[in-house]
């Protein structure tokens, strides 16, 4: 088990070179085995720099998908009352467009290695009703009733944390993001969008 800092890394704090150092060390120990103390030891910065970027070890993994939702949940409470289906199909790729491979992307292809079946469940849900919820306003405001507006951000939120499990699953190469969540919207397209 390393918990030296590497000869040559930047003794300057980023957030990429936390994230990689968490992943290391997930993928070395497991997450639970895992502290705030060995990320930052590991990374060679103090345990400050490690919360000027992250507000949790969990954090880590989901701060880019995290920023991503968060633009696409304000881009959803800008639509009016003329949004369809289509307006937040466009929203939702522009969460997964040019989405590289991450610290989320990583856990999700190495759950097991990385020990993070429960905290990714739990943390999976927790974005998934969030996004759901945006979505079904403005399918409210678009007049859509309550429990079909309700049913359709559910379906729309679970396509795209879907098409993401499944992308980082499949690998690197195998398929887009967007090809992926096109996958899943077609899924979607069954629970329509409509009155």
Same mark, same amino acid.
């Given at each position: 088990?390393?918990?030296?800092?590497?000869?040559?890394?930047?003794? +300057? /704090? /980023? !957030?990429?070179?936390?994230?990689?150092?968490?992943?290391?060390?997930?993928?070395? &120990?497991?997450?639970? #085995?895992? /502290? @705030?103390?060995?990320?930052?030891?590991?990374?060679? +910065? $103090?345990?400050? /720099?490690?919360?000027?970027?992250?507000? $949790?070890?969990?954090?880590?993994?989901?701060?880019?998908?995290?920023? %991503?939702?968060?633009?696409?949940?304000?881009?959803?409470?800008r639509l009016d009352a003329d949004a369809d289906g289509s307006a937040v199909e466009m929203i939702?790729?522009?969460? +997964? *467009?040019?989405?590289?491979?991450?610290?989320? #992307?990583?856990?999700?292809?190495?759950? #097991?290695?990385?020990?993070?079946?429960?905290?990714?469940? !739990?943390d999976s849900a927790l974005r998934q009703a969030r996004l759901a919820g945006g979505i079904a306003a403005a399918a409210k405001r678009a007049?859509?009733?309550?429990? !079909?507006?309700?049913?359709?951000?559910?379906?729309?939120?679970? #396509?795209?944390? $879907?098409?993401?499990?499944?992308?980082?699953?499949?690998?690197?190469? &195998?398929?887009?993001?967007?090809? @992926?969540?096109?996958?899943?919207?077609? @899924?979607? *397209?069954? @629970?329509?969008?409509? %009155?």
């Open positions: 088990m390393a918990t030296e800092s590497r000869a040559g890394r930047p003794k +300057v /704090s /980023s !957030r990429e070179t936390l994230a990689e150092a968490a992943c290391e060390l997930f993928l070395e &120990q497991g997450y639970d #085995a895992t /502290s @705030v103390a060995d990320i930052t030891q590991r990374a060679g +910065v $103090s345990r400050s /720099s490690f919360f000027n970027y992250f507000s $949790s070890k969990s954090d880590v993994l989901w701060s880019g998908l995290d920023a %991503r939702v968060e633009t696409a949940l304000a881009a959803l409470d939702l790729v522009g969460v +997964v *467009h040019d989405f590289a491979p991450d610290p989320l #992307a990583l856990a999700l292809r190495n759950t #097991a290695a990385m020990g993070v079946e429960d905290e990714l469940l !739990r007049g859509i009733a309550e429990i !079909r507006a309700d049913v359709v951000g559910a379906a729309y939120a679970g #396509a795209l944390l $879907s098409s993401l499990r499944i992308w980082a699953v499949r690998g690197a190469g &195998q398929s887009t993001p967007e090809q @992926v969540l096109d996958e899943a919207v077609a @899924v979607v *397209h069954e @629970v329509r969008w409509g %009155r």
